[in-house]
């Protein structure tokens, strides 16, 4: 059965490949990516290697994007707003090549380089590819809805599992996660997805994604829809137990409504704003008519549990983000241990010398829990460097595009926006919390959010480009093309 899948899956992906279509080719890679976890709950010994499956895919179709352009990756275009970003490139690649050297050098095992190596490079070639899917707009928004469509079905699948319905599909993979909190012990709810943690992450996403597009639509009646949706998705972040979903969907709603508010004219905002108070108001009602009574005994301590996460946000910043980011230095010894050292192995096995220097080496798992802490015990203080400048850098590069939206049509600019904030708001968490951005899929839907927004000057000079066109033209009969102000 497992071999029929697989057969479907990158067949399938193969035939639009073979035609070139780039576009089709990244909808089935965001399909791969949901499939994966159900296929690996059924298949004998669930082997972890199935959660490679999507970056697999998604290499594929980069190689045909790449091809299709003749072998070109136009990094000015990208970074046309802050060309200064184009030197440390290749020192940000000199750094994990020579890292990837010492990790294997250190551990003596190439697929632990392997998988630290591909931590670091999915994001950075997701980046490109969202560049290139941000030039197409409507390419973009298919991937969007395509996302929200399967995400959807999944949190069906969180639902049947959170009331109770047995199967091999809503078990989690290996040992599972165990929640303990105030006397009460019990495992998230993961649905079709491998992990509870997981499930919270894209729940998460599927609601901050249907407040991107309800933001950028310009129907009322469609964005009314698009937040209740977004609320069914919060909504189901609870039972999961990770409180950090749900406070990672609020983070970036008051980021993306607060940019969106820098941007927007009065009367969008006043759209926005109804269509907000009739989303909240209409899941309210469904709440209180439908869900109050179906939503179970132990709902209200999933509830109470994530309703404590503001008491334990700057506790968990200080220790597992500042703190664990300064051990890290002194874990690293300013040099770094290697790609791959503080990887989430999961049930992954390796040689065992490598899993012997893992394990002699002091507070690694506890350092490597932060994304900060990680990064640094990896890459050392040269990575670090390396990395506070590219981030700035890449700042600059948003805010200095940001400035540029209100020269695109409104929503297109409310859409890149949205995703941009999405991307930011999961930095935040990374940053504390790193062990679900090990996923491959993961990071190449942040890689998307965040490479789309660089083509933000693109897509205007192609705007001004086609209107400059236009009024080239002679004028039909009747018709006339107003000057540019």
Not at 85 to 90: D, F, K, M, N, V
Not at 403 to 415: C, D, G, Q, S
């Amino acid at each position: 059965m497992t071999s029929l899948f697989l057969v479907l899956m990158f067949g399938s992906l193969a035939l639009v490949l073979l035609d070139g279509n780039w576009r089709a080719g990244l909808l089935i890679t965001v399909v791969i990516g949901f499939l994966q976890d159900p296929i690996r709950k059924i298949t004998p010994d669930q082997p972890s290697t199935f959660v490679g499956l999507v970056l697999l895919a998604f290499a594929l179709t980069t190689l045909v994007i790449y091809e299709k352009k003749q072998g070109r990756i136009d990094l000015r275009s990208m970074f046309w707003t802050v060309p200064e970003i184009l030197e440390w490139i290749p020192i940000y690649f000199l750094v994990i090549a020579a890292q990837a050297m010492n990790s294997f050098l250190r551990f003596g095992d190439i697929r632990l380089m392997g998988l630290g190596f591909a931590f670091y490079m999915a994001p950075a070639v997701a980046i490109w590819a969202g560049y290139e899917v941000g030039c197409s707009p409507k390419a973009l928004q298919k991937v969007i809805i395509t996302y929200l469509a399967l995400c959807s079905l999944f949190a069906i699948s969180a639902w049947l599992d959170f009331r109770g319905l047995d199967s091999i599909f809503f078990q989690e993979v290996g040992e599972g996660i165990q929640i303990t909190f105030e006397g009460f012990s019990a495992s998230g709810v993961s649905g079709l997805w491998r992990t509870s943690e997981v499930a919270a992450w894209h729940l998460a996403a599927g609601a901050c994604f249907s407040i991107v597009m309800a933001v950028s639509s310009q129907r009322r009646d469609t964005q009314l829809l698009l937040f209740l949706l977004a609320a069914a998705f919060a909504y189901l972040t609870i039972p999961t137990g990770r409180r950090k979903a749900l406070v990672l969907v609020l983070v970036f709603t008051a980021f993306y409504l607060l940019l969106f508010s820098r941007r927007a004219s009065p009367a969008s905002r006043e759209r926005v704003i109804s269509s907000v108070l009739g989303g909240s108001a209409m899941a309210y009602g469904a709440y209180a008519l439908f869900l109050i009574t179906a939503k179970g005994d132990s709902f209200d301590r999933y509830l109470n549990r994530s309703l404590s996460a503001k008491d334990d946000l700057f506790d968990r910043f200080q220790t597992q983000g500042l703190g664990a980011l300064l051990r890290a230095l002194d874990v690293s010894q300013g040099w770094g241990l290697g790609v791959g050292a503080g990887a989430n192995l999961g049930n992954i096995k390796f040689s065992d010398s490598a899993q012997a220097v893992r394990r002699s080496i002091q507070s690694l798992s506890y350092v490597s829990e932060g994304g900060g802490g990680r990064i640094v015990a990896e890459l050392g203080l040269p990575g670090l460097v390396v990395g506070i400048v590219l981030v700035a850098l890449f700042l600059l590069t948003f805010r200095r595009n940001f400035r540029l939206l209100t020269l695109l049509e409104p929503r297109l600019a409310f859409l890149l926006l949205g995703l941009v904030a999405f991307g930011l708001a999961n930095v935040v968490f990374f940053f504390t919390a790193a062990q679900v951005y090990s996923d491959p899929f993961i990071l190449i839907l942040l890689g998307i959010c965040f490479g789309s927004f660089l083509a933000v000057p693109t897509l205007i000079a192609r705007q001004q480009a086609q209107l400059a066109y236009l009024q080239s033209q002679p004028p039909t009969t009747g018709m006339s093309f107003p000057a540019v102000r």
